[in-house]
């Protein structure tokens, strides 16, 4: 059993920048990834980017060239550093980890924590 926190939601104009932590406790695998979904009001949960134990990382079309994934591995948390914040990014950001993260399917992920709120205005 693995338990992620999630840190950094808030409220921001467009253009600004946020960073987002997850910290990761519990029966974790010094293999597993870790990543970020999203969830918008109305909308499917959508994949946003991942990192897995080496560094490599993946991201999707929309937040590429914005967002940047990174990993502590000593600290088992992972970063969003999240910059050109556009008010199409606003979501509910879920921190993932597991086996497979590079993943657009949800069902395949081990581990989710409970979100934390990220508001774009125009």
């Known amino acids: 059993q693995v338990q992620l926190v999630e840190s950094g939601g808030g409220s921001v104009q467009a253009g600004g920048s946020l960073r987002l932590s997850c910290v990761a406790s519990?029966?974790?695998?010094?293999?597993?990834?870790m990543g970020w979904f999203r969830q918008a009001p109305g909308k499917e949960r959508e994949f946003v980017s991942a990192?897995?134990?080496?560094?490599?990382?993946f991201y999707a079309d929309s937040v590429k060239g914005r967002f940047t994934i990174s990993r502590d591995n000593t600290k088992k948390t992972v970063y969003l550093q999240m910059n050109s914040l556009k008010p199409e990014d606003t979501a509910v950001y879920y921190c993932?980890?597991?086996?497979?993260?590079?993943?657009?399917?949800?069902?395949?992920?081990?581990?989710w924590g409970q979100g934390t709120q990220v508001t774009v205005s125009s």
């Open positions: 993932v980890a597991g086996e497979v993260v590079f993943t657009s399917n949800p069902r395949m992920i081990d581990y």
């Open positions: 519990g029966r974790t695998s010094s293999r597993d990834g």
């Open positions: 990192i897995n134990w080496s560094g490599t990382t």
